[in-house]
């Protein structure tokens, strides 16, 4: 009996699990769980006896052989109730979901976790990611841990302190004059060529289930009562897939009831194309045109599945918000008094929770978990180790990489 | 009934518990519970049950009101077995307690969370602390939290990402061009006009109590079997003192046998007092007389109790070791390809393993667990930001501090 499958999010199609993410009619494959199946050793009431990390979801994870999986120490982060924002912002409850204590001091730590062990399923020993940081250096480490060998392009303002990890984590770097789908173009090409598989957003199966464990953590972490809102600062969105699909495995499950929790997505103004979409009334994505936003993982002007984003954020009642730089160090600032470090995306979820309060569509009664994803530290202005090589396009890469 | 009591580590004499941490006799107080008292609610098979953080103890730390307690969710960390490591080694068994994974990205979460607890109880509303860096950062965040008011002074080449931590919790934040114990000397001088208490090293009664959750942690992560060996990175010597007393708590409420771990503190060249000590065979400690040693947090010349950690690592069969900033470097940049952000004190942790590999001290048999205190990326040379004072003495304190 086949524990997993892959369900076509566009075309309702069901195809078996492959190492593939997108259907043949373009739509994104999403991991079909036999649910049957997972509730015969998956137990609500049993969680508490598993291991402090993502993996108590085992049966929810679409690894083939326990054998394969590659964890440092990944999630069931802390969800912590701010007394002091709730207060000030009239809220019955606020969290903040405290990603920056994953390995790596980040979020992309799960979804890594999630396709490092996948590849290990499928025996693949290269990988390369483009990445605006910190997917880069969570790849980097998982590849580390399974003798993968690995390639990571960010954009050459990426925070140096990030490409320093990257290096230290033994990942061959490079930096890019363009932006992440730049980055993505050359790695693209490479793939014949190198030999590896490109594990950027949607491009394997791995990274959306990885994340998805953080709602399934926010639900068990609440005792199985979602809270009324989310708000998640937003670049791919993998995020918002992946949580988005946990809570209806849950509800499949009969573990939690509806309604879903009305998920925000909060973008920095210069690259805000969730927002611009989503106040259109046609229900199809637009990409940014132009980029001026600061260098941080919302700055992706082309996410792979756009359409999907905004039917998330429309069936879940959600919105999306674009924030201000200027707000984002408000709010950075705001949560380091409440003692949080916290990176810029979390600032800017802080920021759009604000925003959001101020102007109603947050709720006197409404239950809010805001999602910090890093630390503080990794964006002081640092400057790349200067022997990271800054490529243009492939005919440059080939040459730096080759060299 | 008293809960918890004090005894004193030096004559043993037992007194009510308060705010101090040293005896008459000038032995340090260490909190003493009353273990019938604490089986009556703490179940060794039913801890799997309580938060993941290290309050789940809460019987075995000594805060008299649950509503004092601040917690940012720090402790239960993981704890990684290091295949690749095992076999460069030969080990049967080596873990990294990935203590980096805490709250403001240290181990001293632990011992400021019960630090600042214990000064909610007592209503004190003003703290300070000499620091080498992540201590003061920690305090800052827990004191932030609860809403106390907080002055850190550290050596003016503390790393600067940690002092940019301090700020941004919104710390008093001063550098001074001596070492620890001249920035602990300024602080004791104003605590009269100040108004503030020291929660420095052994000069309150928390921060033992919080550092002792590691030892707790580790017992109950592998099963109620103690390792062999641990290796840790020592200043101060706080964390030493509290897994030790961790793991006669345990052997007294019967929850592990005996023997104790061999208990291995790890210095760096330059300033390593309790290695120099332990040499000799006089039972008195010998502070460093000269300092050459990196600014980390290794570095203190002058620990508060010296005698006591001397006679914990001989009580266990432990040792202490030497290690160079070379080998520092080396073992950061092998934990780097093993996945794992190491602090230059958590690298020095396995370099002490490796030699004493080398040696043979550490055996084929052994269960080793190193213990990485930090991230790698604080200690990225930055500058401190430019509006921190520098102050030499107590009287350029007080003009930069009232000025």
């Not at 690894?63 to 590659?70: E, M, P, Y």
């Not at 805000?272 to 002007?301: K, L």
């Amino acid at each position: 009996m086949e524990r997993f499958r892959f369900i076509c999010s566009r075309c309702g199609k069901s195809e078996p699990f492959s190492y593939k993410a997108v259907c043949d009619c373009g739509g994104t494959l999403l991991v079909d769980y036999d649910l049957e199946l997972v509730s015969q050793t998956l137990f609500q009431n049993q969680l508490s006896l598993r291991s402090s990390t993502m993996w108590r979801y085992r049966e929810l994870l679409p690894i083939q052989h326990q054998s394969s999986i590659v964890s440092l120490g990944e999630g069931w982060t802390p969800l912590l109730r701010m007394p002091t924002l709730e207060k000030e912002l009239q809220l019955p409850a606020l969290w903040i979901k405290r990603e920056e204590q994953n390995p790596t001091g980040s979020f992309k730590a799960r979804g890594f976790a999630a396709a490092v062990s996948i590849m290990n399923d499928f025996q693949l020993k290269k990988a390369a990611v483009p990445s605006n940081g910190n997917a880069a250096s969570a790849l980097s480490a998982y590849a580390a841990r399974a003798g993968i060998e690995v390639v990571v392009i960010v954009p050459k303002d990426c925070p140096g302190i990030i490409v320093e990890e990257c290096v230290r984590y033994g990942a061959k770097t490079f930096l890019t004059s363009g932006l992440i789908h730049d980055a993505g173009a050359i790695l693209e090409q490479g793939k014949q060529r190198y030999g590896w598989v490109n594990v950027g957003t949607l491009k394997e199966p791995g990274r959306i289930e990885g994340k998805k464990t953080m709602g399934l953590e926010l639900a068990e972490q609440l005792g199985w009562k979602l809270p009324d809102v989310i708000v998640y600062p937003t670049g791919g969105g993998s995020g918002i897939i992946g949580m988005w699909k946990a809570f209806n495995e849950l509800i499949a499950l009969g573990w939690i009831c509806g309604p879903m929790p009305r998920i925000v997505s909060v973008q920095e103004s210069g690259c805000d194309p969730i927002v611009q979409s989503i106040h259109q009334n046609d229900s199809r994505f637009i990409p940014a045109a132009n980029t001026s936003s600061s260098p941080t993982g919302m700055r992706v002007p082309h996410p792979p599945d756009g359409d999907l984003l905004l039917s998330i954020l429309r069936q879940t009642n959600g919105t999306a918000v674009t924030v201000t730089a200027q707000e984002i160090a408000v709010s950075q600032k705001r949560l380091g008094r409440c003692g949080i470090s916290s990176s810029p995306e979390g600032a800017a979820a802080l920021a759009g929770c604000i925003r959001l309060r101020d102007n109603g569509w947050i709720r006197d009664t409404d239950r809010v978990v805001v999602f910090n994803t890093s630390h503080a530290d990794k964006y002081i202005h640092w400057a790349a180790p200067p022997e990271v090589p800054i490529v243009q396009d492939y005919h440059d890469f080939i040459a730096a990489y080759d060299g």
